[in-house]
């Protein structure tokens, strides 16, 4: 029986060594995920004790996760302050006065406008040590993702390898892929934004890629794109800036240095077009920043004809 039994994920983080406080957010996101997760496909708003999630005075299901990620995080007493999408400050949990502790940065429920044509989308958590959610990606203690699709999948990293964990019948997180690695090379890129809004260096990148044969893969989710790139081994995901806006779509806290810490963490990389994500200066909830994110060969060769303006 022993060998059938696969690894859930409080016994993991256990495993991983993983400071009681950190591996209890990473957790209680999975735990907030499940509510999320059945919200999102049986129309029930579960925790929120309404009914009908898409009439007009109900919670719409950002708000919802919002709602639940929030609860769960102050539910596990050692998150001191949170950022998240949905909310337009920070918001501080009375443990002022304790030491230690934990800030997060999360998007509650990323390309939500996706569910109602029944694509994939996510939920993406960073997190620090300290009080203060708006550090530079660099210092980040773990993070991970949630991805809501045919199957519902965590994937977390806290410094010793990436894991990913799959939701069963029994609603139990059981390991399914451990120590997750990039090849140096990927064979799919996600190009971003809208074509006509391209500045001719992103324009001469994209159609490198497509010259050489990469196989476009966008489906306008954040945290599927990303999946398929760090589990098919590799590729390219891109959110370049446009003529329309310089600074990109995504936003740094709670999409890009999360994303970025899990695929360095694999053994990838992710750059603004110039320099490392991770080492951004983090100095405001709605910072935006382009990404080129995925295999080192991949981003290695954006920054290089980038440069080239
Ligand atoms: P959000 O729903 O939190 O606003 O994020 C959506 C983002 C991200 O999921 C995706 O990569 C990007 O929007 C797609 O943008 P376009 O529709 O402009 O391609
Ligand atoms: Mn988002
Ligand atoms: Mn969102």
Redesign the pocket.
């Known amino acids: 029986m022993q060998k059938h039994v696969k690894r859930g994920l409080w016994n993991h983080l256990m495993k991983d060594g993983i400071e009681m406080g950190l591996a209890s957010i990473i957790y209680e996101v999975g735990v907030a995920s499940k509510y999320v997760n059945h919200a999102m496909r049986t129309g029930d708003l579960g925790l929120a004790g309404t009914s009908n999630l898409y009439g007009e005075d109900q919670l719409a299901l950002d708000v919802l996760a919002d709602e639940i990620i929030k609860d769960r995080l102050d539910h596990t007493g050692r998150v001191r302050r949170i950022i998240s999408?949905e909310q337009s400050e920070i918001i501080i949990f009375d443990r002022e006065k304790r030491s230690g502790g934990y800030a997060v940065c999360y998007?509650p429920?990323?390309?939500?406008?996706l569910v109602d044509v029944n694509l994939s989308v996510g939920t993406i958590v960073a997190i620090y040590a300290g009080e203060d959610p708006l550090q530079d990606g660099s210092r980040q203690v773990g993070a991970l993702y949630v991805l809501y699709g045919p199957r519902t999948t965590l994937v977390y990293s806290a410094g010793h390898g990436v894991h990913e964990f799959t939701l069963n019948s029994l609603g139990e997180y059981v390991l399914t892929r451990e120590n997750i690695r990039l090849k140096e090379s990927g064979r799919i890129f996600s190009p971003?934004?809208l074509r006509a809004d391209y500045l001719p260096e992103h324009e001469k990148l994209v159609s490198h890629l497509e010259d050489n044969g990469y196989k476009l893969r966008y489906s306008?989710?954040?945290?599927p794109?990303i999946n398929q790139i760090l589990l098919k081994g590799g590729g390219l995901f891109m959110?370049p800036a446009t003529t329309k806006a310089a600074s990109g779509?995504?936003r740094l806290p709670f999409?890009l240095n999360p994303m970025a810490y899990l695929m360095e963490a694999a053994g990838g990389a992710a750059s603004d077009g110039e320099k490392p994500i991770l080492e951004l200066k983090c100095h405001d909830l709605d910072q935006r920043s382009p990404i080129y994110i995925g295999s080192r060969e991949e981003v290695a060769l954006a920054e290089k004809i980038l440069s080239r303006k």
């Open positions: 999408e998007d429920l990323d390309g939500s406008s971003g934004g306008g989710g954040f945290v794109d959110y779509k995504l999409e």
